[in-house]
């Protein structure tokens, strides 16, 4: 109907108008100067945190270093023992300012990192995908939390964040696919053995909806011993999925000789 694209063009003049003008009360979240003095137009629906300088100088994993799957590090396989999934995509180590960030996103609710974390996963997929390109993906899914924390937190940050990387992938996101059945202790602290013991029979896949799904993209904020995201990858992989790639904001291992 004619009332119908009218007030949809207002809808979006009205969208665009708030974003030309929010951006000029912003400051960059980590130096604080005014991001109208250096973000472009093109960047506005992406990320609206950081000044141009300093997204660039974020110290993010040089992926041409490891032929674009951090599995290619021999760190990351020695700390990684056990792994379920086939590739591994992640923005950075857990470092300043991305250790900070993703506490502040996880437990104080800062909504608006999210998007600024999927901006950047996506361009990590792009340089990836442009050194050894990976196979068509069929479904983006994220690591869940147990109902009871959800009603705690009300929220999940692997969703929030996942959500907006499949639409930047313009991929299939779908976030009941898996079900965590069981509330465990807190896996903070705890050794790669003492999480994959605890984890073991804590998840539960809605295995209909993975008729044809072949490639599934897993989402997460961080990786520390992988368990919880071999435990995933094993339940997908026993249902008729052949590859599952790991994509995180950030990997927290005891490194040496960091890729940056």
Known sequence: MEWQRVLNQWRI????????NIIKLACC?????AISDTITEQEMPTQRLLCTHCLNELPLFRLEQLQGDLLHW???IKGLPQR???RLLTVAPYTAPFDHWLKQLKYQGRFELAPLFATLLYKQWQHAHHIHPFDS???VISVPVH??????????????I?????NKLQVPYQSNLIKRVKQGDSQVGKT?????????????????TLKHIKHVVLVDDVVTTGSTANEISKLLISLGVHTVTLVTVCISLPLSNKVK
């Open 13 to 20: 003049l009205v969208y665009s108008l708030w974003q030309k």
């Open 84 to 86: 379920g999934f086939n």
């Open 162 to 166: 996942a959500q907006r990387f499949a």
């Open 137 to 139: 993906v069929d479904l």
């Open 29 to 33: 979240d980590l130096c604080f100067s």
């Open 147 to 160: 109902q009871s924390k959800w009603q705690i937190r009300g929220y999940n940050q692997a969703h929030l």
């Open 74 to 76: 021999p760190a990351i």
């Open 192 to 208: 790669g053995a003492q999480r994959r013991r605890a984890l073991r029979g804590n998840f539960a896949i809605n295995d209909a």
